[in-house]
């Protein structure tokens, strides 16, 4: 049980440093930049298309579920 609680920490680990460049690289909504534009400007578009908000957007959504996911995993192997 201990290596797989290792591997969700790792998972967990990853999951998180994800989130928190997919919500950088996101434009405010009342200005266009954001962390992307730092990198020299239109950094989202380059990478995914037109389509940057929807891609961004969703991903967050997906790495934040499977982060709560995760965690609720995590707490349940610990708790027994």
């Known amino acids: 049980m201990g290596l797989l609680l290792g591997i969700l920490f790792t998972f967990e680990f990853i999951l998180a440093l994800l989130l928190v460049g997919v919500v950088m690289l996101q434009p405010p909504k ?5 962390m992307g534009s730092a990198f020299g400007g239109g950094f ?6 037109g389509r940057t908000g929807n891609v961004l957007s969703r991903a967050t959504v997906i790495f934040g579920v499977l982060l709560i996911i995760n965690s609720l995993l995590i707490a349940w192997l610990l708790k027994s």
Request: charged share 25%; proline share 0%; hydrophobic share 20%.
């Open 44 to 49: 989202g578009e380059e990478v995914f298309g």
């Open 30 to 34: 009342d200005q266009s930049g954001g």
